[in-house]
């Protein structure tokens, strides 16, 4: 063990990995299905999952004390990509209760067996470029958590994004160990056009990426203090697993900024590390299309599959070839062309948000089995 706690490896000690892992695979469709969401494909490219590659990326800091939360539907899938993955490390949520209920019961698992302990929330469906940027602003998180903070990693904006919620930061902590820390005035929604531009052009705010660090007993009491029947119903569950099944429903439905990291930013105790590394939640098949490699053969063409399925004449956009059929675009620009073995969609990357929308009428419409 180094100087600080830091291993040869670069693992932390006392530092937790924590991902939580759901999704109604809405956004992506039908690429991704309720029963099979985003973060269970390879959508880059890379031979790896979104998950697989987020604790690819979690690994080096933590080692072994990993916790994937997810639900009874994609458990066993979970299992199967992560089969060196603990005993302990797979948590299974009765039902879906949003994210404050999963990243809760993990704190609470890690309070009863490390009362020192520091946990990082991580999506299971990122895309993070520059992995030693992020490892870094993770430790320097992790510094700043030991000081009893909820500590948030901020990512700098690269446009005046509509689709994410924005940080806007304070002065300064000067916390040794973290050199970038700031505090944390406010947690703000998806704003506008004219709203978002004038967030970037200020410098004081960034995207709020969903990344969270803090000591597990500090998230708990945390809880306590704004969502206290949470906290007691999670903390009872940590104390006699055998209870997960009847508290679990009782549990309301939050994600953790509104639960916690919103109310506490107003009292203070929020802090962020800006992030500068590339960072994509692959929300559409616009976003998908950022983090492909444009074809060598065809300048404006991203395929997620096979190439040689695909023919494009004269067209730009998004292809992704996953029945076996060859697909052909000629003279469309900014296509988008999902083919699977039972649907097959066709939109455009200007669309690519509305594409929830459809799945929404196929429910209304009877048609569960393509959802």
């Known amino acids: 063990m180094s100087e600080g706690g830091v291993t040869e490896r670069g693992e932390m000690a006392g530092f937790w990995g924590i991902v939580p892992a759901g999704g109604s695979g809405t956004r992506l469709w039908p690429l991704s299905r309720a029963g099979s969401p985003k973060f269970l494909h390879d959508l880059t ?21 990993l916790m994937v939360v997810t639900g009874v539907l994609h458990a066993e899938s979970v299992r199967e990509q992560l089969p060196d993955l603990g005993d302990d490390g797979l948590l299974v949520e009765p039902s879906p209760r949003e994210s404050m209920p999963a ?3 993990a704190a609470a698992l890690v309070e009863q067996q490390d009362p020192e302990g520091v946990i990082g929330s991580f999506a299971a469906d990122h895309v993070i470029g520059q992995e030693d940027a992020f490892r870094e602003c993770v430790r ?17 904006p690269s446009y005046p994004a509509t689709g994410f919620g924005y940080i806007q930061t304070g002065l300064p902590l000067e916390i040794p160990g973290a050199p970038r820390a700031l505090a944390v005035r406010a947690f703000v929604e998806k704003p506008d056009a004219p709203t978002a531009q004038a967030y970037v052009s200020s410098g004081e705010f960034r995207w709020n990426a969903g990344m969270f660090v803090v000591k597990a007993s500090v998230l708990l009491d945390m809880l ?15 104390n006699n697993p055998m209870r997960l099944n009847e508290l679990w429903p009782r549990l309301t ?15 203070g105790r929020v802090a962020v ?38 023919v494009m004449q004269d067209s730009t956009g998004v292809i992704a070839p996953r029945s076996g059929r060859t697909v052909v675009a000629l003279g469309l ?8 073995p039972d649907a097959v969609m066709v939109t455009t990357r200007e669309r690519a948000q509305d594409v929830k929308q459809i799945v929404e009428k196929l429910k209304l419409s009877g048609r569960e089995d393509l959802t």
């Open 273 to 310: 590390v800006p992030g500068n590394f590339e960072w994509d939640d692959v929300g559409d098949f616009a976003s998908l299309a950022s983090v492909l490699v444009e074809s060598a053969d065809a300048p404006g063409v991203k395929v997620l599959g096979e190439q040689e399925l695909v």
């Open 224 to 238: 306590a203090h704004y969502q206290p029947l949470m906290a007691h119903y999670l903390r009872s569950i940590a």
């Open 333 to 340: 620009d900014d296509v988008v062309v999902v083919d699977t």
């Open 103 to 105: 990243i809760g019961l």
């Open 45 to 65: 490219g890379s031979g790896r999952s979104l998950l697989q590659g987020t604790v690819d990326r979690l690994e080096p800091l933590c080692g072994e004390r």
């Open 253 to 267: 439905k939050i994600a953790i900024d509104p639960a916690i990291a919103e109310p506490a930013a107003v009292d």
């Open 140 to 156: 320097e998180a992790v510094a700043v958590a030991h000081t009893g903070k909820l500590v948030t990693i901020g990512i700098e």
